[in-house]
């Protein structure tokens, strides 16, 4: 575990097609853009009932209940997006040390630390660590975690909360690439879970559902913190039309199943894609991790054949857990389920390598 590092690493985020065209000199429709973990192929909106245009968003409209029921969890807040929750939840908690993945969403570490909070960056090699939360407040996990795709199991994570629960602490959890592998065996997503105390955890509509423009997300905790919060963001701040879509892809078990079968074959094509061409990559359902020495080099070639992938820069030295030790990687989503768009990362891939 490093020291409390008192300036937290740049805000950086995959999705910024725009500002890639311009580099490049690429016109936007002329790529194929990987550089999110969200689902290509998302949920089909279908037309919205005009009301849900012109009146005030319902905070009753049982939204709150069918996400409940689809994590299984005992209460859940909408939210704009877990966004909403992440610049706003740090504020509600004692001030304290709080662990943070070094590699990982980088939201988290300015929004504690503008509350007041010490972030403490911590080593992919700690989180393998029963005894994790030993001399923190605050414990944050993205589970699945982006972009490194470390899962890490039910049974650790129920420790941790209870060592921070026993001194008044809270562990905030971020399912947010959670709901591909929903239901499978082995799952460690605690939602069901998130009525005890100190315990947080965030769903979200954008990665699975591919809805992330709808800015819709949920926190699942006890009704005290739900309620807290809720005060804290005011009146409508899920829009009218994205409650109406939320409610129905969170009732669409149909295409929840059709989806994850299909997800589970894509990201299979994709690991073995990269590994034809030499790459070591870790691959989730909806994304894949390539550590690699030359990763700046790659990500420019990709560009420059319209293909766009997130670059992360190489981790501290601390950052000790093989295959990554002190390397810069790729995230690579996954293409579109169209051919063109397979055959297009796949010469991509071919011509860059070759260089």
């Known amino acids: 575990m490093n020291h409390p590092h008192p300036l937290p690493p740049p805000i950086r985020h995959g999705g910024n097609l725009l500002a890639a065209a311009r580099r490049y ?50 209460h859940a807040l909408p939210v704009a997006g877990s966004q909403a929750a992440i610049r706003t939840l740090p504020a509600l908690l004692p001030a304290g040390r709080v662990g943070i993945a070094a590699l990982g969403y980088s939201e988290y570490a300015p929004a504690f630390a503008a509350a007041g909070h010490r972030v403490v960056p911590l080593d992919e090699a700690d989180f393998s660590r029963p005894a994790l939360a030993d001399g923190l407040d605050h414990l944050v996990v993205v589970n699945p975690n982006n972009p490194t795709g470390r899962i890490v199991p039910r049974e650790r994570l129920l420790g941790w909360h209870a060592a921070l629960a026993a001194r008044g602490g809270t562990l905030l959890l971020d399912e947010a690439f959670a709901d591909a592998s929903a239901g499978e065996e082995g799952g460690a997503s605690l939602a069901a879970d998130s009525g005890r105390a100190g315990l947080i955890v965030l769903r979200s509509l954008g990665k699975f559902y591919g809805l992330a423009g709808v800015r ?129 990362l796949a010469d991509a891939l071919a011509n860059t390598l070759s260089l």
């Open 216 to 344: 819709c997300g949920f926190v699942l905790a006890q009704p005290e913190l739900l309620q807290t919060l809720a005060e804290r963001l005011g009146h409508w701040t899920v829009s009218g039309p994205a409650r109406a879509v939320a409610r129905l892809a969170l009732c669409d078990t149909d295409w929840q199943a059709a989806t994850r079968a299909r997800l589970r074959l894509a990201s299979a094509r994709l690991d073995a894609l990269l590994r034809r061409h030499g790459l070591a990559p870790v691959t989730l359902p909806l994304f894949a991790w390539v550590p690699h020495a030359d990763a700046a080099r790659l990500h420019q070639a990709l560009a420059h054949a319209g293909v766009w992938t997130r670059l992360f820069d190489a981790p501290a030295p601390s950052l000790a857990s093989p295959p990554s030790t002190g390397l810069p990687s790729l995230r690579l989503g996954l293409p579109p389920d169209r051919e063109a768009c397979w055959q297009r």
């Open 25 to 74: 000199g690429r016109d936007p429709s002329d790529w194929l853009d990987l550089s999110t973990g969200i689902n290509p192929d998302g949920y089909p909106v279908p037309p919205l009932p005009p009301d849900c245009w012109q009146r005030l968003p319902q905070d009753d409209d049982g939204l709150a209940q069918i996400a409940a029921r689809a994590y299984g969890a005992p």
